[in-house]
Structure formats: C-alpha cells, structure tokens
Nanobody, 124 residues
Framework: QVQLVESGGGLVQAGGSLRLSCAASGRTFSSYNMGWFRQAPGKEREFVAVNSRTGTRTTYADSVKGRFTISRDGAKNTVYLQMDSLKPDDTAVYYC?????????????????WGQGTQVTVSS
C-alpha cells in the first residue's frame, strides 16, 4: 500500500508556471506507475500524465502535451508535474495516483491509490 500527498498548487496568471509535487510513502515507490489526473468544476476527472515505474516512459493527454512534464525522483519517493504556459482551462483540482504493475494506464479506474488533491487556479 502507498499513501500520496500532493503539494504545490496555487493561483497563477495565464502563461505562468507551477510545479506540483506528490510525495509517496513506503519503500516500494519504484513498483508503481505514477499518474496525474485533474478535475475541473462541473466536469469529470480526466487523465493528465503518467510516468512509468522506471521513469523512462511517459504519456500525456493531448491537452497538456508540450506544456506539462512529469518526472520522478526515486531517492525522494516523489513525482512531479511541471506545468508551463498555463491556461485558464487548466484550472482544476489535481490528483496524484499510483498503480502497481507493468502497464502505464490512462484509465482512472486502474489506479487504486490516490492523493487528496491540490487546487490549481489560472487567471486570465
């Protein structure tokens, strides 16, 4: 089992940047694919990015490709989401999630472990 705690959210102007962090408990961080999802007001939660267990493979939603970068630091048991060129449409609660196994998955239902979420607000 793994526990996840996000941080780094806040208010930023359009075109600005934020870096989200997700600290994972436990000694088996390298066993998990780590993903980021987000949920905007009145909308369903959607996939943003996933980083493989080894950190060598990443997948992004089309809406963030080229602007967001997911990475992980095994020594710190932490996964990051660097968000650049932010837009008002990026406003949402961002969630970190973990799933064991080999496959990188974009499906919310495949992730058994979730953080509490961190709010990101982008003003125009």
């Amino acid at each position: 089992q793994v526990q996840l705690v996000e941080s780094g959210g806040g208010l930023v102007q359009a075109g600005g940047s934020l870096r989200l962090s997700c600290a994972a408990s436990g000694r088996t961080f390298s066993s998990y694919n780590m993903g980021w999802f987000r949920q905007a007001p009145g909308k369903e939660r959607e996939f943003v990015a996933v980083n493989s267990r080894t950190g060598t493979r990443t997948t992004y939603a089309d809406s963030v490709k080229g602007r967001f970068t997911i990475s992980r630091d095994g020594a710190k048991n932490t996964v990051y989401l660097q968000m650049d060129s932010l837009k008002p449409d990026d406003t949402a609660v961002y969630y970190c999630a973990a799933t064991p196994g080999v496959l990188q998955t974009v499906r919310e239902g495949d992730y058994p472990y979730w953080g509490q979420g961190t709010q990101v607000t982008v003003s125009s």
